[in-house]
């Protein structure tokens, strides 16, 4: 890394580096930057806000066998481990019972021993469940035809619990995870916090929006629900219900998709056949399946040139690049630690603790580097997490499908063409074959594939495919050579379909008077009896509520482009330019709230 690369930015002793820019010429069009730049629709469209609070955006993820994932219920299940009249029906004597909670008051080491020999299993059952009901730290085990109690400290009582697991052929707790406004991964790091349990031990079938609320299933391998009992009153951002025990764990893309309720402020349209006319005709041709703008992270230096030099195999230039400094980090710490480093390179210092910091990606990579030196920058890389790593190189293919996609539409428009990938069935197939003369006319757009470049996938028997070389040969990459000794920088590629069908459309038209109206409930509103706010005197202002369901992977906000015919970037910035100024500040209030909260809730944790 070159630490003489420097740029002054600020008035302070020393210049600092400042985070590089990937495309000055796109800045104002991020779409353009990352492939984004057709439309199938022709209509003229209308101006509207998305995501202008986070409240505005709910998402319910759609399990793998078609059911809608709510949060219905908060109660703590203790799935028939009854202990209610574990007294009254307990074959021990007063003598004993009396014993056993003097053991439990006094943290003593000594044993009590109770003969079974005369009782049946399902009485030294009862005699176990009674002794943990007692005192979780009361171990109690059958050894010589007596179970025998003694005090065990705390921290073995998780071993215990799964021992004593209420249904063996269920292993797994299930259970529903909804959350406001923060990153799927930011939140089970905080859940498992507040558990004392490492984040690893959680599994989820997708990463859900951050800016929204969004209900999804989580799987945890023998951890009864009384462990989160306390989650729901401590963190306003997180709720957890709906629990159950399970078979299996959830993996990543074990769902069919995502069911979207969307509010979109301050449409200018004024024909509501207008709007009725883009939806069906949304609802018709589908959308163009574009990997949205959040794929590709919110930084100055986007995600996806990381991702292009860890494949270039340039892994200076990509540590370089993670740590870089960018004056638009919103955490004040974070952007002095990057500034620190890039002003001194003494990573010593500044873990050393002369700048507060939290966990992170930076301070991953900095103790990789403070570990490994310059001798060893996979190493150093190896120490972000591994799904982190993962998101820089699939930010890299999905800029290249993008871009592939967007000429394949200005080329050939929507036509199938001979050579062209399909697959029979988008949700369950991952089988692709070849369109044929043949076959070509009973094959259906939304069949169609594009393959994510890597070393174990098809190209298509078409020029396409040239494209795709001549893509990577442009930023260094041989699209022969994708497959890496170190297997966390190899990509084996995938395939993704080429435009989407929506289902089950539902829209209609609100207006409302005020600007931080709230139209939409989510699930735990409607657990709250919390009606919306919405003020219908003089209908100020007129808004459009979508609902619809796509499949995994898609991007609502790619959804929403197809029918207001507008770019994301543009919908979400509209509101600065409009007469809105006045209530700008009272909109951001719902954002810094929350931030707080969050702030508390980490503080509480740490």
């Not at 349990?197 to 989580?218: H, P, W």
């Not at 480093?341 to 403070?370: A, C, F, M």
Request: negative net charge; hydrophobic residues 30%.
């Amino acid at each position: 890394m070159d630490s003489n690369d420097k740029t002054s930015t600020e008035t302070i002793d020393e210049p600092v580096r400042k985070r590089m820019r990937t495309d000055n010429s796109s800045v104002t069009n991020p779409e353009e930057t990352v492939g984004i730049t057709q439309f199938l629709s022709n209509h003229e469209g209308f101006d509207g806000i998305i995501k202008y609070r986070y409240s505005d955006f709910l998402v319910n993820e759609i399990s793998s066998d078609g059911v809608v994932i709510h949060l219905t219920d908060l109660s703590c299940p203790d799935f028939g481990q009854n202990k209610s009249n574990l007294t009254t029906n307990v074959p021990l004597s007063d003598e004993v019972i009396d014993r056993l909670k003097a053991l439990s008051q006094t943290h003593g080491k000594d044993l009590i021993s109770i003969p079974v020999d005369d009782l049946t299993k399902e009485q030294r059952t009862s005699i176990h469940h009674f002794v943990r009901s007692i005192n979780i730290n009361l171990k109690s085990e059958l050894v010589n035809g007596s179970i025998q109690v003694t005090y065990q400290p705390i921290a073995t009582q998780v071993r215990r619990a799964t021992e004593q697991w209420p249904d063996k052929s269920k292993p797994y707790l299930k259970f529903v995870l909804y959350k406001e406004n923060r990153d799927t991964m930011d939140t089970i790091q905080n859940l498992g916090a507040c558990v004392n349990m490492n984040a690893s031990l959680f599994q989820y079938a997708g990463i859900k929006d951050k800016r929204g609320k969004t209900c999804q299933e989580v799987t945890i391998h023998k951890v009864l629900p009384s462990k989160f009992k306390n989650i729901n009153q401590r963190i306003p951002s997180l709720k957890v219900g709906n629990f159950q025990l399970c078979e299996t764990p959830l993996r990543l893309g074990q769902l069919q998709g995502n069911r979207f309720e969307i509010f979109i402020r301050n449409i200018t349209i004024e024909s509501n056949e207008n709007i009725k006319c883009y939806v069906n005709n949304f609802i018709e041709k589908g959308f163009i399946n574009y990997f949205g703008l959040q794929r590709f992270g919110s930084r100055t230096l986007a995600t996806q040139t990381v991702g292009k030099y860890l494949l270039q195999h340039n892994w200076s230039q990509a540590i370089d690049a993670i740590l870089a400094y960018d004056e638009t980090i919103t955490q004040d710490w974070l952007r002095q630690l990057l500034y620190q480093w890039n002003k001194t390179h003494d990573i010593k210092t500044i873990l050393d603790g002369t700048i507060p910091y939290r966990r992170s990606i930076e301070v991953d990579l900095l103790r990789g580097l403070q570990k490994h030196d310059q001798t060893n920058l996979i190493g150093a890389l190896s120490s972000i997490p591994r799904n982190t790593r993962l998101l820089y190189l699939h930010a890299y293919q999905s800029m290249i499908w993008n871009k592939i996609v967007s000429k394949r539409l200005n080329t050939y428009g929507t036509e199938i063409l001979v050579g062209d990938l399909y697959m029979n069935d988008i949700h369950n197939d991952s089988n692709v074959s070849f369109v044929t003369e043949i076959n070509r006319n009973d094959i259906k757009l939304e069949q169609i594939v594009l393959p994510l470049p890597g070393y174990d996938i098809k190209y298509p028997l078409n020029d396409i495919h040239s494209w795709y070389r001549d893509l990577l040969n442009e930023d260094g990459i041989k699209i022969d050579q994708m497959k890496y000794q170190v297997k966390d920088y190899s990509l084996p590629g995938n395939y993704r379909q080429f435009i989407v069908r929506t289902g089950q459309v539902d829209y209609r038209i609100v207006h409302y008077d005020n600007m931080n109206d709230d139209p939409l409930q989510s699930d735990y509103d409607r657990l709250m009896n919390r009606d919306n706010n919405l003020k219908l005197e003089l209908n100020k202002y007129k808004g459009l509520i979508l609902a619809f369901s796509l499949p995994k992977s898609s991007y609502a906000t790619m959804a929403l482009r197809e029918i207001l015919h507008r770019n994301e970037s543009t919908l979400q910035t509209h509101h600065k330019e409009e007469q809105l100024s006045s209530t700008k500040e009272t909109i951001t209030n719902q954002d810094e709230e929350q931030e707080q909260e969050q702030e508390q809730e980490i503080e509480d944790v740490v």
